[in-house]
């Protein structure tokens, strides 16, 4: 085997995976927060929370009702996005008028009762949640957990569809021009706000869906989201508020960064992706894939 | 002011008020248009002619009054609802979305009812658009947007098509075609209420026109009677 600059390639590769893994869940997360703040106008810091419950929501349907992980991964979503839609039809709705500022507030307000919830019932230690697909293969220069496998495709699959669903659909036309002008798109007689809760509850599904993804992988835990919300947000500012290509993008890509400098400079890897938002956002202020109205 | 018999309007607008936050953009409008016709709201800018067609799309603040529809009163309803009784808005800024291309555009307005025209038909009203379908929508030239945002509205199957300043800043030769279009509009049945401020190019295509002032309408002129009131309306639009 060979050696690249002292580096191992089972170390190299194992990385790469791991950065991989982690870009799958930065795109998936940005994905949702992008096409949520693209129509409602809102930065939904609860993201990070509504993947916690998505993760819990699994764990809870094993314990409890012995439902298989195959199962949780349809109902865990659902569950959670409709919690997402009370949210919005209670709360959401009435900021729209306001500051993107006010948004902001309410939902990390939330996030922060909502995970101060599950700490309490839970405590803040985490749970363990079994592999559907245990073993892995030996591929040579590194070993692959076959779950670890499976997340990166199935995260590929889910943003490729989300980005189809939005891109080349009737229903995706709408978004996008409700998000240009919500006002015209109503006078043509599309029923917007509701269009605006099914994106919203969809959005947090999304984040549940990357919570049950993440608990076989992760453990269960109450503040499993906080600190993986802010880098997804470093990767929404990076690639380009509303973008959805450009979270797709920005999210994988930057999980290899991260991933890379673990391998060949491993104090900066906590860092680099916020050294890279700082680099990006001096060059171009609307992210590599934004476009400035 | 008189108003030709109608067995029935199809729209009825009386007392018409508005509101943009705390200030008062109508005053009491009141006019009505009978099925097949093409009817104009004349007069200076900032009279409320636009305003009069938000208020009867629903996209105003405040209004009270009344906006009958085929009978129905449409004040209090939400502008999705008005719009699915087969009212259809085309705006003065035209707003084309540039995140869809051409036809995603032309596709956009759902059908609210049968009748509409065929994708076929609007792409023969306007070859350029079918050169053109797969292009941002903002990318295309002014004239091409306007004809895109009045085609987008051919399709849903309303009867009656609100037209707010369709010339503007526009060439002669394409202001000629959009005429030239609102006739054959006209003959195919639609009702159309336009707002204009070219009042040469309003004269060639109007049954009726309403002067608005202040808010209100304060007269009205028959197609037959406009080179006797000629002097009386160039007062009014201060041409």
């Known amino acids: 085997m060979f050696d690249f600059l002292g580096i191992s390639p089972p170390a190299l590769f194992g990385q790469m995976l791991l950065g991989l893994i982690n870009g799958a869940f930065y795109a998936m997360l940005s994905l949702g927060l992008a096409v949520i703040f693209g129509l409602l106008n809102v930065i939904n810091f609860t993201h990070g929370a509504q993947y916690m419950m998505g993760a819990f929501a699994a764990w809870l349907l094993l314990g409890i009702f012995n439902v298989p992980f195959w199962a949780a991964l349809v109902l865990a979503p659902i569950i959670v996005g409709l919690i997402g839609v009370a949210i919005e039809r209670l709360m959401l709705k009435r900021i729209y008028h306001l500051d993107h500022l006010y948004g902001f507030l309410l939902t990390f307000g939330l996030s922060l009762v909502i995970e101060g919830m599950f700490r ?9 949640y079994p592999s559907p697909i245990p073993g892995g293969y030996n591929l040579g220069f590194m070993f692959l957990p076959t779950y670890r496998g499976f997340v990166v495709v ?15 659909t009737r229903l995706g036309a709408y978004l996008r021009a409700a998000t240009e002008n919500p006002t015209l798109v109503r006078a043509f007689g599309i029923n917007v706000p509701r269009l605006i809760t099914i994106t919203y509850g969809v959005g947090v599904g999304l984040a549940a869906l990357a919570g049950v993804l993440a608990a076989p ?4 835990s109450a503040l499993m989201g906080t600190n993986l919300v802010l880098v997804v947000f470093a990767v929404v ?6 973008s959805i290509m450009g979270s797709i993008v920005t999210g994988f890509g930057l999980g290899l960064i991260e991933g890379m400098t673990k391998v060949f400079y491993p104090p900066a890897s906590n860092t680099v992706i916020f050294v890279v938002m700082a680099l990006v956002l001096l060059v171009k202020p ?8 | 002011m008189s108003v030709p018999d109608m067995v029935e309007p199809l729209l009825k607008v009386a007392g018409l008020q508005a509101w943009y936050g705390e200030s008062h953009v109508l005053h009491g409008i009141d006019f009505e248009i009978g099925r097949g016709e093409l009817v104009t709201l004349l007069g200076r800018n900032g009279a409320g002619k636009t305003t009069t067609l938000r208020s009867i799309m629903g996209i105003v603040g405040k209004r009270t009054g009344s906006v009958k529809f085929e009978g ?15 009212l259809a808005y085309c705006p003065e800024e035209r707003g084309i979305f540039s995140s869809l291309n051409v036809e995603e555009n032309l596709m956009l307005p759902p059908v609210v009812k049968p009748g509409g025209m065929s994708l076929e038909e609007i792409y023969k009203l306007f070859p350029n658009l079918l050169e053109r379908r797969r292009s941002q929508g903002t990318k295309l030239s002014g004239g091409e947007q306007q004809m895109l945002a009045i085609g987008r509205i051919l399709r849903t199957g309303a009867s009656l098509l609100l037209l707010d300043e369709p010339t503007e800043g526009l060439a002669p030769v394409i202001v000629q075609r959009i005429g030239d279009i609102i006739r054959t509009l006209k003959e195919r049945g639609f009702t159309i209420l336009l707002v204009e401020q070219n009042f040469h190019f309003a004269a060639t295509v109007a049954d009726r ?8 309408v304060i007269d009205m002129v028959g197609k037959a009677d406009v080179q006797q009131s000629l002097g009386k309306l160039q007062a009014y639009l201060g041409v």
């Open chain 1, 237 to 242: 500012v990076i690639g380009g508020m509303g």
């Open chain 1, 286 to 293: 609307a992210g590599l894939f934004g476009q400035t109205k």
């Open chain 1, 120 to 128: 309490w019932q839970w405590g803040s230690s985490g749970a363990p």
């Open chain 2, 72 to 86: 129905r009163e449409t004040v209090g309803q939400q502008s999705n609802i008005i719009a699915r009784l087969g």
């Open chain 1, 217 to 220: 992988i992760q453990q269960v």
């Open chain 1, 154 to 168: 199935a995260a590929l699959v889910i943003c490729l569809v989300t980005w189809y669903a939005i891109e080349r």
């Open chain 2, 209 to 216: 026109h309403y002067v608005v002032e202040d808010g209100r």
